[in-house]
């Protein structure tokens, strides 16, 4: 864990593949009322992992794991694009270019922008490269 | 280390050949005059009492099965008045239709004896304090440890099965120094326990853990004593030869059966025939003293073998191996005997994994198929959809290699398997044949 303000922790959650088991973790996560602002499940065969970017991560790891479930923290950094044709070729050629692996990713596109969430193999570089190619990152802050 | 009842326990091996002949002579004909039962059965045989002239003629009396006792039930086997009888107990019939088993105040009294000298041989004595944590009731492990524990004089704490945190309250404020439970049931203690912030190893007086009544492997009780911090002890019986009769001396190394009491012999299932010490087979077990339900080479569906080299506790006692399956138990997969202790052992090797495990067996066309579903260990949770590929891809092929049969594997979420507070109760076989 660095302590560079654009390294976001996501929260990553193990759940079984049947029916409920999503519906297990929101009512959580509204219990504890811990707001999500983005979101993806990514399945197995009989398992997935739920990620999520939530304002209160430390609150909704303890009360799922409280729940008995499996979470851990990951880190992830979130790139705001331009909400057009082309924003995303900018933010993965720039990676690409960069020789920074992408694991994962996700995305959302509101009324305030386009954001795209990357869990990479080395995030100081790819923070170092988009920040060069004036690019936002959004700090870990702008969640809580 | 002290002997409960010197008399027997030091007695040497010829001596005990020559008690063991005499006490089957007499069994053979005690059953041939009061068993209608096995009288046909010896008649069937061609065998008469007179025809056991050395203990090895044993052999030539005809078996009895666990259907022997279901097709008589309640009570035709039994060889005494009712008005002698002083209890009853009735098998929780995991496998079958309920078994009764009638104790006379003797068979009661031998039962105790039995582990009156199996919990001294752990190192137990007056001062402990022994919780009992089978259930007591219909099943015989609780009363049985219930009497042998009074017996040597060692403070029982009855809480039987459930209400795990209460158990482990008492277990604190009592400062039980024994436990009497199923292996599984031990592991949900250890669990709540963990829960609630307690290490038993460091919390609570709890030394010996004496654990049984379902097959259990090496594997576990080495994760058992590390975990927990306490020395975990081997039991076996069942309601048939009274209910859990013997255990593990201090020494671990496999189950001493009293040799005035029950005469033990290893066959091969399929043929019957004696297997040399050493080789694994099918129990067969004569109760050489018991009255109202007497037993006689009962084949009882366990499998393990039996061991008579000297163990340095010196009793002349032959040993058994921990009961490494049930006939009953095994699944043919494919045509390949599985047993589900195999699984538990390859689990508790795979540290991205937990010990609990569920199996299922259906029949997709024409080809069996069998999963299991194991619970991933926090520790190894990986966000990485890849790397719990690779934690499932480990345990399939190392269940592969072991069973000889591709097996699928299911990740599931922690604790989510159930966990059982009597036997346990792992397959799910839906096969419809």
């Excluded at chain 2, 091996?13 to 002949?21: C, F, G, I």
């Excluded at chain 2, 004569?286 to 109202?292: G, H, I, N, V, Y």
């Excluded at chain 2, 569920?358 to 069998?370: A, E, H």
């Amino acid at each position: 864990m660095t302590g560079n303000e654009f390294i976001i922790r996501q929260i990553s959650v193990f759940s079984e593949n049947r029916p409920g088991r999503l519906a297990a973790i929101a009512h959580a996560l509204e219990e504890e009322r811990v707001n999500i602002f983005a979101f993806s499940i990514a399945e197995a065969s009989g398992f997935g992992v739920v990620r999520a970017l939530v304002d209160r991560p430390e609150r909704a790891h303890a009360r799922l794991t409280e729940d008995g479930f499996n979470v851990a923290f990951t880190d992830v950094i979130a790139v705001r694009m331009r909400d057009e044709p082309g924003g995303l070729y900018e933010v993965a050629r720039l990676l690409g270019d960069a020789g920074v692996n992408i694991e994962y990713s996700y995305a959302y596109s509101g009324p305030d922008g386009a954001v795209l969430i990357l869990r990479v193999d080395r995030p100081e570089e790819a923070i170092e490269k988009i920040r060069g190619a004036g690019k936002e990152l959004i700090s870990s802050a702008t969640f809580t | 280390m002290s002997h409960w009842n010197p008399r027997f326990e030091e007695m040497p091996a010829a001596e005990l050949d020559r008690l063991q002949y005499r006490l089957a002579k007499t069994l053979a004909y005690r059953l041939y005059a009061f068993s209608p039962f096995y009288h046909a059965r010896m008649r069937e045989a061609g065998v008469h009492p007179d025809d056991v002239r050395s203990l090895e003629d044993v052999r030539k009396l005809p078996f009895m099965y666990k259907g022997d006792l279901r097709d008589n039930y309640p009570d035709r086997l039994f060889t005494v008045p009712h008005e002698e009888l002083v209890r009853y107990h009735v098998s929780s019939g995991t496998t079958g239709k309920p078994t009764v088993v009638g104790y006379t105040e003797k068979d009661i009294e031998l039962w105790t004896e039995s582990l009156a000298r199996a919990l001294t041989s752990i190192g137990l004595s007056r001062g402990d304090v022994i919780q009992v944590s089978y259930g007591y009731g219909l099943f015989t492990g609780g009363l049985g440890l219930h009497y042998g524990a009074e017996r040597i004089g060692a403070t029982v704490l009855p809480t039987s099965v459930g209400n795990t945190e209460r158990q482990i309250e008492l277990m604190q404020d009592l400062e039980a120094t024994a436990i009497c439970c199923t292996p599984s049931y031990l592991l949900h203690i250890g669990e709540v326990a963990e829960r609630m912030g307690i290490n038993l190893g460091r919390d609570t007086s709890l030394r010996t853990g004496i654990l049984g009544a379902e097959p259990w492997s090496e594997g576990m009780r080495r994760h058992i004593q590390e975990w927990l911090g306490i020395r975990a002890y081997d039991i076996y019986g069942t309601s048939e030869l009274s209910g859990p009769m013997f255990t593990e001396c201090a020494e671990q190394r496999g189950i001493h059966i009293w040799r005035d009491l029950a005469l033990i012999e290893v066959i091969d299932p399929e043929t019957g025939e004696a297997l040399q010490p050493g080789e694994r087979g099918e129990l067969a077990i004569t109760m050489l003293q018991k009255e109202a339900l007497p037993i006689c080479r009962y084949r009882i569906g366990d499998l393990s073998s039996v061991m008579v080299d000297d163990c340095p506790c010196g009793r002349a006692h032959p040993r058994i191996e921990r009961i490494t399956g049930r006939v009953d138990d095994m699944l043919i997969i494919r045509g390949i005997n599985v047993f589900p202790s195999q699984i538990e052992h390859v689990l508790l090797g795979l540290p991205e994994v937990g010990e609990h495990f569920q199996i299922v067996v259906d029949r997709k066309g024409t080809l069996d198929d069998m999963l299991v579903r194991v619970e991933v260990r926090k520790e190894a949770f990986s966000d990485k959809i890849a790397d719990l590929m690779a934690i499932q891809k480990r345990v399939a092929d190392r269940l592969k290699s072991v069973l000889n049969v591709a097996v699928r594997v299911e990740l599931v979420e922690p604790g989510s398997l159930p966990r059982f507070e009597g036997k346990a109760k792992r397959v799910i076989d839906r096969r419809v044949l």
